[in-house]
């Protein structure tokens, strides 16, 4: 990306559009990779709220897939689950395995 | 009160702390200032102390924040924001304003505890509409895991290393909760994000009250506390389960405890977990370590003593 | 309609702020500001303006509640000195970063060590590269002619930035003067009404103030806020323009007083150059042609037009009421830095004068300017910078 001149700044380093992070990805971050396991899944969107990151994504109340742009690969969302009869609808993984 | 307050309806809400922040993989304050902001029904503006947070959600063009959102420096986030609120009360007052917003100042430990602490001080005795949100990881982490007043005792940060002669932090740390009560504010709270409806309930409650309200917020930290990046939840848990940060609020002056645990852990359990303990587990350390606890249970029985004569 | 009225520095500049009815005000004593805010209190206790005090716990806090009211979106005022000025320095920084026209009168006084409560100019000039305007002021007309201008000049759209209006410490704080106060209809008038820029306040457009910006940045706002003082002057003299107009009293980057076809001149600010002018009137009387820059314009410092002003002159002292320890005077530096770009310099020396609010006497005056007017003859410095009024 070009970085712009001194000219093109918004005065006082303002910064213009609120939430613009969700132009920054952090994904390349993680390390692990959380796998959902639907069908270990209770809804139960603890994952979501734990999730420092908000990288879950939930749809009318229903959790959805991981959001990988952003997931950073904590892992919190796996050790929080409760999942379904004691299996765990979260696993992590190494990254790129 | 508590209407909405399940994961479900929530959910449906907007994010006001977007993804895309910088924080650590694991932090546990951006999980604060998620429920935080999801508890909170009005529009809202908020100030924010220099630290991690502040480095990590705004930076050059990207800022994490949907909301109006100030950083001017370290020590001063309530002041700033009681200046916000001061100009919204005035326009308001001259018909210029007709909305009814909140105000919501996030510090650190350390710009809130230590060098933000007369800032704090000072906008709660002038009764600004606002809440001070401390998230309390207990150090200066954006600067390197330094000591502030917030530091558990024997904690081993790096201005008070634990060496062969000195075992870590000496000094128990401040009771600043109790101290923000201490200013007759309407309300005054303790929370940790492990706990999540009871902190929403507070952030909630608290903005149900006209004038200054406090909350201070436990928030993991993975790199200063030198623990994994997955249990920001399972030690706030613990913190809370040990009774090392109860969870109260003092409400006109007040105290009620907001969950007693079924079982209380030792404080060993929250400590074990994280490296910046590790040296109290050493024999010539059990000293310390059994007065930790003992700091530990005396101050839980005073806070249940206080809860009971509702004073 | 003007009225004659008879009052001090303070008093007059806690009227200039009322008439500009500011939206919020934050408030904290310090001597000898304390009864200027004190003044102004009183105006909002009776109901004289809709300002919204702030009474903060310091003047950290002070500047800080400033910075939160003016980004969130109106008219900000407040006041110190000395102490105060210098607690705030962190904040100051901070106010001309994000561009917010935050209006602050500067009762100026010594600072400690040791403590003194008197009238010098060590605390501005210490917050001289802070990025705020700064306009001096000799007298009470001038300190309130000077903050009813500030308004205009600070939120002027090409502009965006705080204000200094700086007048002497007791001298003209706390000394009852015959001025005239401007109608508060006219002031309001010229002054008009607050605009918005980027306000905290505005829900419906989220904007962060004060981010983290690195080294592939930083450089450029720094770059853009020097261009904004750029601007600074003409704005300052369209201005003074306007005020003349209303007014009638007219004022510019500096004033020139018998400074034409001078050949020896005092540089030298605020009430000392009061003093100074009846010096040069004896000296002119004596056939010695002797003259006097007052600046008014501090920062951004009018290099050009000050050289200019002073090219044709053949010895010129600068006073300044302020030291750089090590260095000169603050006002002899940039003397020096305008002289220098001129093919043919006058010969320039600086005397340190009335620290922690030591008199300064006409006899000062003639003894430097018959200084002056030897180097002008001879050529010959004696001594670059010099302690007058001083003890040996
Ligand atoms: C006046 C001032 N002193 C020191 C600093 C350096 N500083 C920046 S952030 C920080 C630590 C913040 O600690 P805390 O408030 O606990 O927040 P955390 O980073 O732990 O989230 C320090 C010491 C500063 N920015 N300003
Ligand atoms: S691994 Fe961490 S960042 Fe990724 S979804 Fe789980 S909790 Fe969120
Ligand atoms: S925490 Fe586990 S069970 Fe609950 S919604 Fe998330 S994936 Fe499903
Ligand atoms: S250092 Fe600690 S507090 Fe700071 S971002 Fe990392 S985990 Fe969070
Ligand atoms: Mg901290």
Redesign the interface.
């Known amino acids: 990306m070009k970085q712009k001149g001194w000219k093109d700044l918004p005065p006082g380093s303002v910064v213009l559009e609120g939430g613009s992070a969700v132009n920054f990805k952090t994904g390349s971050w993680r390390a692990y990779r959380p796998i959902w396991n639907k069908e270990n899944c209770i809804q139960c969107l603890l994952c979501w709220i734990y999730c420092p990151d908000m990288a879950i994504k939930v749809k009318d109340g229903k959790r959805g897939e991981f959001d990988y742009d952003y997931c950073k690969g904590c892992g919190i969302c796996a050790l929080e689950c409760p999942g379904k009869k004691g299996k765990n609808a979260i696993e992590m993984i190494e990254e790129g395995k | 009160m508590a209407t909405g307050l399940t ?6 809400k907007e ?1 006001r ?15 604060v200032v ?2 935080v902001l999801l508890a909170t029904d009005y ?1 809202v ?1 908020a ?1 924010n102390a220099t630290g991690c947070l ?2 990590s ?17 370290f ?2 986030a ?14 308001k ?2 018909g210029k ?1 007709d ?1 009814d ?1 909140k105000f919501i100042a996030f510090g650190g430990d350390g710009g809130t505890y230590d060098i933000g602490f ?2 704090l ?3 709660m ?2 009764g600004h509409d606002m809440l001070y949100v401390c998230y309390d990881n207990g150090a200066y982490m954006n600067t390197g895991i330094q000591r502030s007043s917030a530091t558990p005792l024997g904690a081993d940060t790096t201005t008070c290393p634990a060496g062969d002669v000195i075992p870590g932090k000496l000094r128990s740390r401040k009771n600043l909760t109790k101290i923000m009560g201490a200013h007759n504010i309407p309300y005054a709270a303790q929370a940790s ?1 492990s706990h ?1 409806m009871d902190l929403m309930k507070k952030v909630k409650k608290a903005h149900e009250f006209i004038g200054p309200k406090f909350m201070n917020i436990l928030a993991p930290c993975n790199r200063g506390w030198r623990s ?7 030690l706030s848990k613990l913190a809370v389960n040990s009774c090392y940060w109860p969870l109260y609020e003092i409400e006109d002056g007040v105290t009620k405890i907001t969950y007693t645990p079924k079982d209380k852990v030792p404080v060993a359990d929250f400590m074990k977990p994280q490296g910046r303990f590790k040296h109290l587990f050493a024999p010539a350390n059990e000293w310390l370590l059994k007065k930790v606890q003992e700091e530990v249970d005396k101050e839980w029985e005073k806070l249940k003593k206080q809860a009971e004569c509702g004073c | 309609m003007a009225k004659i009225v008879a009052v001090t520095g303070n008093e007059a500049v806690a009227n200039a702020l009322r008439q500009a009815s500011p939206d919020v005000c934050a408030i904290y004593p310090i001597t000898p500001q304390t009864d200027m805010m004190q003044k102004y209190a009183s105006f909002i206790a009776n109901g004289k303006v809709s300002t919204e005090p702030i009474l903060v716990e310091s003047e950290h806090s002070s500047m800080s509640a400033c910075i939160g009211a003016s980004a969130a979106g109106g008219r900000v005022i407040t006041a110190t000195s000395s102490q105060g000025l210098a607690l705030m320095w962190e904040m100051l920084h901070i106010a001309s970063g994000d561009r917010l026209p935050i209006i602050m009168p500067v009762v100026n006084r010594a600072l400690s060590a040791p403590l003194n409560i008197h009238g010098d100019h060590s605390d501005a000039m210490g917050a001289r590269d802070t990025g705020w305007i700064q306009i001096w002021s000799e007298n009470a007309q001038d300190a309130y002619d000077n903050t009813i201008q500030a308004f205009r000049i600070g939120e002027h759209m090409d502009i965006r930035l705080p204000v200094m209006v700086c007048l002497d410490g007791f001298i003209i704080s706390h000394s009852i003067e015959r001025m005239e106060y401007l109608e508060d209809a006219e002031v309001k008038n010229f002054v008009g009404e607050f605009k918005n820029f980027l306000p905290l306040l505005d829900l419906d457009k989220p904007k962060s103030y004060g981010p983290l910006i690195l080294t592939d940045y930083y450089h450029e706002y720094k770059r853009a806020q020097h261009e904004v003082m750029t601007k600074v002057k003409n704005v300052v003299l369209d201005v003074a323009k306007d005020f003349e107009k209303m007014s009638g009293r007219k004022y510019g980057l500096f004033e020139s007083y018998r400074l034409d076809d001078a050949d020896i001149a005092l540089v030298i600010l605020n009430s000392a150059a009061g003093t100074s002018k009846d010096v040069i009137d004896s000296f002119r009387n004596k056939g010695i042609k002797a003259g006097l820059l007052k600046p008014r314009l501090f920062r951004p410092f009018p290099y050009e037009e000050v050289a200019e002003a002073l090219k044709n002159t053949k010895a010129v002292c600068v006073m300044d009421r302020a030291d750089s320890f090590g260095g000169y005077g603050p006002m002899f530096m940039e003397i020096s830095s305008a002289l220098y770009q001129l093919k043919e310099k006058p010969a320039l020396i600086n005397k340190i004068y009335g620290l922690g609010g030591r008199d300064y006497m006409p006899s000062h005056a003639e003894l430097v300017l018959n200084e002056l007017n030897e180097i002008a003859s001879s050529g010959k410095i004696r001594i670059v910078k010099e302690y007058i009024g001083v003890r040996e």
């Open positions: 994961l479900k309806e929530l959910s449906k994010d702390f977007t993804h895309g922040h910088r924080m650590c993989s694991g932090c546990g304050a951006p999980t998620k429920m529009p503006i100030s502040e480095v959600s705004c930076i050059s063009e990207y800022t994490a924040w949907k909301i109006p959102w100030i950083h001017t420096a020590e001063n309530a002041a700033t924001i009681s200046g916000v609120e001061t100009m919204y009360r005035s326009l007052k001259q304003i909305k917003i007369q800032s001080s000072g906008a005795e002038r994000p999540w994994q990046t997955n249990d920001s939840i399972t």
